[in-house]
């Protein structure tokens, strides 16, 4: 059985098997959580984002999917980075912000990862609505099969945390 929690602080701080990146298309590092996890975690998760260009994902990572590599110095063994889709009012890309999840806790299983720390994935510079994402998120981890022990959703502020709480009820 799979507990969520809901922890509010910073997810580099986290130590669990797996640390969820919301990363863009490149790979190779930003701002927000992104660029946290590159900062923190140091130069060999930017040295494996580099080895996944130049070979399986050349013209990056499409949204909505997931990969894998090293968390570098972070308390994590694994990094999963998953690109968000940016919010649009005129099409509904909320299919593609559940596959974020869905596939990131897919990879997590193929790793035998147990723990696996989430962000709020696309409700910063991309624009998501807070309280949807946060449904988005809860709703599909809950639906999501998967050998986890553990599901954390770590949020940034008290206002991510509340949205969240309301979903996790």
Same mark, same amino acid.
């Given at each position: 059985?799979?507990?969520?929690?809901?922890?509010?602080?910073?997810?580099?701080?986290?130590?669990?098997?797996?640390?969820?990146?919301?990363?863009?298309?490149?790979?190779?590092?930003?701002?927000?959580?992104?660029?946290?996890?590159?900062?923190?975690?140091?130069?060999?998760?930017?040295?494996?984002?580099?080895?996944?260009?130049?070979?399986?994902?050349?013209?990056?990572?499409? %949204?909505? $999917? @997931?990969? *894998? #590599?090293? +968390?570098?110095?972070?308390?994590?063994?694994?990094?999963?980075?998953?690109?968000?889709?940016?919010?649009?009012?005129?099409?509904?890309?909320?299919?593609?912000?559940?596959?974020?999840?869905?596939?990131?806790?897919?990879?997590?299983?193929?790793?035998?990862?147990?723990?696996?720390?989430?962000?709020?994935?696309?409700?910063?510079?991309?624009?998501?609505?807070?309280?949807?994402?946060?449904?988005?998120?809860?709703? %599909?981890? $809950? @639906?999501? *099969? #998967?050998? +986890?022990?553990?599901?954390?959703?770590?949020?940034?502020?008290?206002?991510?945390?509340?949205?969240?709480?309301?979903?996790?009820?």
């Amino acid at each position: 059985m799979t507990t969520l929690t809901l922890v509010e602080g910073d997810i580099t701080d986290q130590s669990v098997d797996a640390l969820v990146n919301a990363a863009n298309s490149s790979l190779l590092g930003g701002g927000g959580v992104d660029g946290a996890i590159h900062r923190r975690g140091g130069p060999e998760i930017l040295a494996a984002c580099r080895a996944l260009r130049a070979s399986r994902y050349g013209k990056g990572l499409p %949204t909505g $999917r @997931a990969v *894998a #590599t090293t +968390a570098g110095l972070l308390d994590a063994h694994w990094v999963i980075h998953t690109v968000g889709p940016v919010h649009s009012t005129t099409e509904d890309r909320s299919a593609l912000l559940a596959s974020c999840y869905r596939t990131s806790l897919l990879v997590a299983d193929e790793l035998g990862a147990r723990t696996i720390a989430f962000p709020a994935i696309s409700t910063g510079i991309y624009g998501w609505p807070l309280d949807d994402g946060a449904r988005i998120a809860v709703e %599909t981890v $809950r @639906a999501t *099969a #998967t050998a +986890a022990t553990e599901v954390r959703f770590v949020v940034f502020d008290d206002r991510a945390h509340e949205a969240f709480a309301a979903h996790l009820g």
